[in-house]
């Protein structure tokens, strides 16, 4: 049974509103670590190679997990697993703000920022496309088809 054979307009409304929240929130958080990077750098002690790590780890988690992401969703579901990556975003994201000063700076934000990735690929893309075709119109999805590599676009 398909998602859109039982949910209403509100109900299609809410999630392609969850969809934009969890994709913007992926997109905004790399742009503003990227633009803080030396403010993060100078405030926490780290050395270059450490800020530099603590930005890629991100990318590379989201990298690394493009695939297995995207058939982990098929098989245990497309709402799960958005909703554990919104839970491990903002929780490893809570993790990075309370990044202590010090020798242990490096790993912690290096290791957290993994994890946001980690969260940042299991509520966002390839999931988002594809739940909301199944839960809404084609005409609502739009931005979704435009912007993703699918055969709809």
Known sequence: MSVS?????????LILAAMIFTVAMTFIDQTIVSIAAPTI?????????????????????LAALFAFGGRLADTA???????LGV????????????TPRG???ETWIVAFRAVQGLGGRSCSRPRSP???RRSI?????????CSSAS???
């Open 77 to 83: 579901g497309h709402r799960k697993m958005v909703v």
């Open 130 to 132: 594809s739940w909301c």
């Open 87 to 98: 839970i491990i975003f903002a929780g490893s994201s809570a993790l990075c703000g309370l």
């Open 41 to 61: 750098q100078h405030d926490l002690g780290l050395s270059s190679s450490g800020m530099q790590w603590a930005v890629n780890s991100y990318l590379l988690a």
């Open 5 to 13: 054979s039982t949910t209403g307009g509100r109900s299609r409304s």
């Open 103 to 105: 020798g242990l700076a």
């Open 151 to 153: 055969p709809a676009a």
């Open 137 to 145: 119109s084609t005409r609502a999805a739009g931005p979704w088809r």
